[in-house]
């Protein structure tokens, strides 16, 4: 696979070429600007001749002159090469050629003659090239050779011009390419340089890694432009942290929760098998075996409840309806009222609300805080259910209140942490997922999940939000 080009490489080109392009541009103009200015200096200067010439021949001397010296408008025009001059009778008169100056006989344009009352203007030239490429300009105006109307042709071939613009032409190429050159030679620098932020980041990037996931990008000395990419990778990485220290402690947890069962049935089967048994102890044994089974599946089960119910996961969407909070909390007192009955508990009810959830979940999430509200309230006491609006009036809050052993503060924000048990002697008691399978219904609908203490009431209470367009 053909590797591209880098972004500094490529940044340098681009800028080589437009500083040639600008450079030919600029070049071009002067050139332009340069040849205008030869030819008008050039055609000022003929203008000049042709009012000389009409000056000489006007002299009432000047025909004797021509008859006697045909040399003379040569001599007066000395200095002036390649001038080119034809004088012609009237085109009444025949139109004669009465003196020419073209030793090459060049053959000069026919022009309309400006008149006798009027000096030739710059737009009275006309330019041409002779057959070698030379430039030509001509003019042709009337003129008076002492009494008689004649024709004056005066022209004149610029071969140092032309020798004059093409080194011009070679020196504007030059300077173009000279100037594409430096330029991409110095954006690839200035690229270089302001591309060190990027390599810094980059080399700070490759070093962090699993293992070093507490690292973050250094947003010191970092451009503007990038600081906000900066500041957007630093908090991915506190995510991922994050979630990375949660799962090694969720497979942490979940070894520790596997092992216990694994190892009774493990150490169950090898005393079994040690010696012969009864039908009667096999029977107790396959018992206690199936015991510690359906508590690995019911763990099993909450797991993939668990991922399941993930808002970060994709699922299917939730079939809410509009409930009532007072109808909910009812049900859930008159299916524990037994259980409550047996530990020598009150179930009380108090408030309503109007809730939007799936029936189901909600029931599952309610289920489990009065599941734990019995199994941890003092004897005698009172678990009271309580249901009212919250702050906004567009959803409720659902509490779950009970009077039971203190709670130590630190240990309170993690009880919705999966497998943790404030009390590890309590640690073969249940899964430790129920109040975390609460928390995961609740953030499932877009509410949150919240504990608070005080002296020996504990209050579980889940904020559910007000009705969504979806789930």
């Known amino acids: 696979m053909k590797r591209p080009l880098s972004l500094g490489l490529r940044l340098g080109l681009w800028c080589a070429l437009i500083a040639a392009v600008a450079s030919a541009l600029l070049g071009a103009y002067l050139y332009r600007s340069f040849e205008r200015q030869l030819i008008q200096r050039d055609d000022v200067q003929l203008l000049g001749k042709m009012r000389q010439l009409r000056q000489l021949l006007g002299h009432s001397g000047t025909p004797a002159l021509l008859a006697t010296q045909t040399d003379y408008l040569r001599d007066t025009m000395s200095g002036e090469s390649n001038a080119l001059i034809e004088i012609r009778s009237a085109p009444a008169e025949g139109g004669d050629l009465l003196l020419a100056i073209n030793p090459a006989g060049t053959e000069l344009p026919r022009l309309p003659p400006v008149a006798l009352d009027r000096e030739p203007q710059l737009g009275d030239i006309r330019h041409s090239h002779l057959s070698d490429g030379a430039p030509l300009s001509a003019v042709t105006a009337w003129a008076l050779l002492g009494a008689v109307t004649v024709e004056v042709r005066l022209a004149r071939a610029y071969p140092e011009r032309e020798a004059l613009l093409a080194g011009y032409r070679h020196q504007i190429v030059a300077a173009s390419l000279g100037a594409g050159g430096a330029a991409a030679l110095l954006v690839l620098l200035l690229i270089w340089q302001g591309l060190h932020p990027l390599r810094r980041l980059q080399a700070q990037a490759g070093a962090i890694g699993p293992q070093s996931l507490a690292l973050r990008l250094e947003p010191g000395g970092t451009p503007a432009e990038l600081q906000g990419l900066v500041h957007g990778i630093n908090a991915m990485l506190a995510r991922l942290e994050d979630g990375y220290a949660r799962l090694n402690g969720f497979a942490a947890d979940l070894a520790h929760e596997l092992r216990t069962p694994l190892a ?70 008159d299916y524990f009222a037994d259980m409550a009955e047996e530990r020598g508990l009150r179930i009380t009810t108090q408030g309503d609300a109007r809730l939007w959830a799936e029936p189901a979940l909600l029931r599952r999430a309610l289920a489990n805080l009065v599941a734990n509200a019995l199994h941890h309230a003092d004897a005698g006491s009172e678990v009271l259910l309580h249901a009212a609006p919250d702050a906004t009036a567009t959803g409720a809050v659902v509490s779950v209140v009970n009077a039971g052993p203190p709670v130590p503060p630190d ?42 203490q005080d002296g020996e009431r504990i209050a579980f209470a889940l904020h559910w939000p007000g009705q969504r367009t979806g789930a």
Do not use: K, W
Not at 279 to 292: D, I, T, V
Not at 417 to 422: K, T
């Open 264 to 333: 009774t049935l493990t150490g169950q089967s090898q005393v079994m098998l040690s010696r012969p048994r009864t039908e009667a102890e096999h029977a107790r044994l396959l018992e206690s075996q199936l015991l510690e089974l359906e508590r690995l599946n019911r763990m099993v089960e909450s797991l993939l409840f668990l991922a399941r119910s993930d808002p970060q996961a994709p699922g299917e969407p939730l079939q809410c309806q509009d409930l009532s909070a007072a109808d909910e909390l009812a049900r859930q007192s």
């Open 411 to 452: 240990a309170l924000p993690r009880l919705f942490d999966r497998f943790y048990r404030a009390d590890p002697a309590r640690s073969g008691e249940g899964s430790g997922l129920g109040l975390a399978i609460v928390r995961a219904i609740v953030e499932r609908h877009g509410g949150s999940a919240t504990v608070e």
